[in-house]
């Protein structure tokens, strides 16, 4: 007895399969990217979760200074300074963590004053803090951590 082969017994051709292999391939190097593309951001969110870390170290440090008249105008320098105002710049540091390397710039900013003919003119009675740790292989400025604060003193005398 022979059998009859029907058109619902034939198999793939060769064409047909070099085009789903096609198609398999083109699907498997887009999920490659994908992982590749989520390493890259584990990396990067590493990066800023240390960064987080050092910023809120270094914030810590500059709110334990206390906001006296010997304090307000020594010197900024990390880890014994003061609380005197930087240049417009800033202060900038390179720190290591975790092996990684991070750029941290600290600005401190006088915003009030005694007025004059009171005593101790002149003086700052409020500061601005700003500290922004930079990654060192940072791409986009959304990978900068940024933390501000504000101190004050107080001073004798109504304004």
Do not use: H
């Amino acid at each position: 007895m022979k059998l009859q082969k029907t058109a619902a017994q034939r198999g793939f051709t060769v064409l047909e399969a070099a085009i789903a292999m096609v198609i398999l391939m083109i699907i498997g190097l887009a999920i490659a990217s994908v992982f590749t593309y989520s390493i890259q951001a584990n990396g990067r969110a590493d990066d800023r979760e240390l960064a987080m870390a050092i910023a809120q170290k270094r914030m810590e440090w500059l709110r334990t200074i206390p906001f006296t008249t010997d304090t307000r105008s020594a010197a900024y320098s990390y880890p014994d300074g003061g609380l005197a105002a930087t240049a417009a710049a800033g202060v900038s540091e390179t720190v290591t963590s975790a092996g990684r390397s991070y750029t941290v710039n600290t600005i401190i900013t006088d915003l009030n004053f005694v007025p004059a003919g009171q005593p101790d003119a002149g003086a700052c009675t409020r500061k601005r803090i700003q500290v922004s740790v930079t990654p060192a292989r940072a791409t986009t400025n959304f990978e900068v951590v940024r933390v501000s604060t504000q101190r004050t003193t107080q001073v004798v005398g109504s304004y």
